[in-house]
């Protein structure tokens, strides 16, 4: 590809280049940056090669040897006083951090503890699906690492037994060695990072003003979050089920392009691109019974009732039991968890009959197709009419028979609640049935925020 072509010879047909782009020499190396603008103490960041700089994430370049060693300079207690004196204000322009004075301009332990603190802060960020070099869920690895370290005592007993049983772990157990994980990488960050401000503080003869020690909210990596963790497994899980992740496979196994079977061998996703997420148990293949099979996939069948409860706590939600209150969130809250950590980007879509929760049902985008809202409607949409119309007459019937006061008060509000359902499913068939019939086709390079419009909207622009 010819990197930003665009950006250096396009002309506005005048023979005028349209932009005027500057230090393009510059473009695409090794560098650090950081931000023009910043509320707190500014914050410098290493960027391999492959990035262009801009005013709003200015760069610094140097040779490796000496960039590290300026990186490290800047990220510390020594750099942050002297930007006090030289820029008092949010912002930090290109001469403020050329004002810093540089003592040195190499240091081989200053080096590799920058190198130390670069692949800890990266192996931080890649345990989320945000990072491109995301490869699995953190408390799938570890239920990985603790499947095939007790598998070895199952193969012994197959061995002298002639059995093999099903090796499972808690997910519990897999949250506690994530955690544990977190806070070594926590602390080894901090301390290299107080080792370094020791390093330049006696560099500058600073020791009288400055002290060495980093406090806690200023590490940057993340520490175990309970809630947060759980609901990142959650949003992995849906992943899988629609095949954006695989359990044999490290990192995105489908964004778009050919379809391939053959790298779902464990856990098959789903066939048609459609998720219904209902308000009970309606369906056998709905998004909980999808999830709880994820579940037992990936942690076992003998832990998964203690695996469900322990999820459901997490997600801190009331419920008769575990898969009420799973059901729970998906319902009421994993679409808006979704959209928070995609910024408004979302890459799983959510149909929505509305308030009464009528009907619900999540797709994928990249396996998105013009039918695709057609078969929601058609597929499942109708199932949901004709389903509530059933309860309707049921609990009719249970008001017209029953001798039981408590029966029937139980009937009447049931009855309501499904009436209203489906009133808002029929207003919501009649709004989708345009769409469906618009066959509306994605293209997937024009982005994320132009599809999700242009899949709600029909050709009358409504």
């Known amino acids: 590809p010819i990197y930003g072509f665009e950006i250096r010879n396009f002309t506005d047909g005048k023979g005028k280049v349209r932009s005027r782009p500057q230090n393009t020499q510059f473009y695409f190396r090794e560098s650090f940056s950081w931000s023009l603008v910043s509320s707190g103490v500014a914050a410098f960041r290493y960027k391999p090669t492959g990035h262009i700089f801009d005013v709003a994430g200015m760069s610094c370049f140097a040779p490796r040897e000496k960039l590290f060693y300026l990186l490290a300079l800047c990220n510390t207690k020594v750099v942050t006083s002297i930007l006090e004196i030289v820029a008092p204000t949010i912002n930090y322009q290109c001469g403020d951090i050329a004002n810093i004075p540089v003592i040195g301009v190499s240091n081989k332990v200053i080096g590799e503890t920058v190198e130390k603190n670069i692949a800890v802060s990266k192996s931080d960020w890649d345990s989320f699906e945000t990072s491109w070099d995301f490869a699995e869920h953190p408390l799938v690895k570890w239920s990985h690492q603790l499947r095939d370290a007790t598998s070895i005592g199952a193969t012994m007993a197959y061995y002298y037994h002639g059995e093999r049983p099903e090796v499972s772990c808690p997910v519990e157990l897999c949250y506690l060695l994530w955690q544990g994980e977190c806070n070594d990488r926590f602390a080894k960050l901090k301390a290299n990072e107080e080792e370094l401000n020791r390093i330049f503080i006696d560099i500058y003869g600073l020791q009288d003003e400055l002290t060495p020690e980093v406090e806690d909210k200023d590490v940057t990596v993340r520490r175990a979050d309970l809630g947060r963790d759980i609901r990142s497994l ?210 997937l390079d024009d982005g994320v925020k132009i599809n999700y419009r242009k899949a709600q909207t029909g050709r009358d622009g409504k």
Not at 265 to 274: A, G, H, L
Not at 354 to 362: I, M
Not at 424 to 429: G, I, L, N, V
């Open 234 to 443: 959650i949003s992995y899980a849906v992943g899988c089920i629609f095949g954006r992740y695989s359990l044999d496979k490290p990192g995105l196994a489908y964004a778009g392009g050919d379809w391939d079977d053959g790298k779902y061998q464990t856990f098959r996703p789903d066939e048609d691109n459609v998720l219904p997420i209902t308000d009970e148990d309606y369906f056998d293949d709905d998004i909980v019974g999808r999830f709880v099979d994820f579940v037992k996939t990936v942690y076992g069948t003998d832990t998964l009732e203690e695996n469900l409860t322990f999820i459901a706590d997490a997600l801190g939600t009331r419920g008769k039991s575990s898969r009420d209150v799973i059901r729970t969130y998906f319902l009421k809250d994993f679409f808006k968890d979704h959209r928070k950590t995609y910024q408004n980007r979302p890459i799983y879509w959510l149909y929505d009959s509305g308030k009464q929760n009528g009907f619900k049902g999540l797709v994928y985008l990249h396996r998105c197709d013009k039918n695709t809202t057609g078969r929601v409607r058609a597929d499942y949409l109708h199932r949901m009419e004709q389903i509530y119309s059933d309860e309707v007459n049921r609990m009719q019937d249970v008001i017209d028979h029953s001798h039981s006061a408590h029966e029937v008060s139980v009937a009447e509000k049931r009855l309501e609640k499904m009436k209203k359902q489906i009133k808002e499913c029929q207003d919501y068939d009649a709004r989708l049935g345009h769409l469906a019939l618009d066959q509306i086709q994605l293209n």
